[in-house]
């Protein structure tokens, strides 16, 4: 019986255990618990076709940034244009000569990025290039024969409005060159560009990237304006419709002719003004100059000579302009 009652109450200590701890257990589930580290909010998704720059294939994550206002970029393309004119007599003087291609999809902005490098500057020594299509003649040439002669002398800079690449791109993507044709280009071009470099120029590489849907409002923006409608040709109107064929070309274009001594740098299209302002920045940075206009005297105008006698003859025996705008 003794040990009866022992066991009884080794049970009843137990359960009394038991009991604590459920209890325990429950003020523990009911107590509030320490408060989390609060996490960083996520960033809102960007719309389908925002925040996203498509390198072709490969769409690239980018900074969004709000479009820089018209105050602030006419003032800022302003700054740049005179260092542009610094840059153009440094070039003059040191005897550079400098080779600069603008290569991109059609409708990217590369016309008016070169309209804006070359508005300050003199077209003596700053010169676009800009061939059309190759005569019978030219086709029989060896391919880059044709591009020689526009570039530049001592104290030259030449911007090509598509240049050499075209074989690599709307002649590859069209069928206008045949299979050995394309493959030689791709063997011969770094070693083309490595010969110019050697010689003395100073070869620099712009590829403008534009997304599929800028490109569209682009296109549509032409044809509705009577003043860019000259600028979508057929052949605009067909590449639009290869975009693929045209991305897989440029892929390949990049992976034979992106070498060290002539790197291909990338331009964000999509927004003009930014892509205007930051080739243009770049630009003058891939070119070493020094002020050299600040170093001048003061230019003064000499003083006119003395009237002769010169009597001008009477207006009404000239043909004028109709003065039909007037204020």
């Given at each position: 019986m003794q040990e009866n009652d022992e066991e009884r109450k080794e049970d009843v200590g137990d359960k009394e255990v038991t009991e604590i701890k459920e209890v325990k257990e429950a003020k523990e589930s009911k107590e509030p618990k320490a408060p989390k580290e609060p996490k960083?909010?996520?960033?809102?998704?960007?719309?389908k076709g925002e925040g996203m720059v498509s390198l072709e294939n490969t769409p690239v994550?980018?900074?969004?940034?709000?479009?820089?206002?018209?105050?602030?970029y006419l003032k800022e393309l302003s700054r740049l244009h005179v260092e542009l004119v610094k840059l153009q007599e440094w070039i003059r003087v040191k005897g550079l000569k400098v080779v600069v291609l603008f290569e991109g999809r059609d409708a990217a902005?590369?016309?008016?990025?070169?309209?804006?490098?070359?508005?300050?500057?003199?077209?003596?020594i700053v010169k676009v290039v800009a061939l059309g299509t190759p005569t019978e003649r030219e086709k029989s040439q060896w391919y880059f024969q044709r591009y020689i002669p526009h570039l530049p002398a001592a104290g030259e800079m030449v911007l090509f409005?598509?240049?050499w690449y075209n074989r690599a791109g709307v002649e590859r993507v069209m069928g206008f060159c045949t299979d050995e044709e394309y493959q030689e280009f791709l063997r011969s071009c770094p070693e083309f560009e490595r010969m110019l470099v050697r010689s003395g120029i100073i070869l620099i590489k712009y590829w403008f990237s534009v997304s599929d849907?800028?490109?569209?409002?682009?296109?549509?923006?032409?044809?509705?304006?009577?003043?860019?409608?000259?600028?979508?040709?057929?052949?605009?109107?067909?590449s639009r419709m290869r975009w693929e064929e045209y991305s897989r070309a440029k892929d390949a274009m990049f992976a034979y002719t992106d070498i060290k001594q002539v790197p291909w740098y990338v331009v964000d299209a999509d927004v003009k003004p930014h892509a205007r302002l930051n080739c243009i920045s770049h630009l003058l940075s891939q070119i070493p100059y020094e002020d050299?206009?600040?170093?001048?005297?003061?230019?003064?105008?000499?003083?006119r000579k003395k009237s002769s006698g010169y009597v001008r003859p009477p207006i009404e025996e000239q043909t004028w302009v109709p003065y039909k705008y007037h204020g």
């Open positions: 960083a909010p996520k960033e809102p998704k960007a719309a994550l980018k900074t969004r940034h709000a479009k820089i206002s018209e105050e602030d902005g590369k016309g008016g990025v070169i309209k804006r490098i070359t508005e300050p500057l003199s077209p003596r409005d598509r240049s849907k800028e490109q569209e409002k682009r296109f549509l923006s032409r044809t509705k304006d009577p003043t860019k409608q000259w600028k979508v040709s057929p052949m605009d109107l067909e050299l206009l600040t170093t001048k005297q003061p230019m003064k105008l000499p003083p």
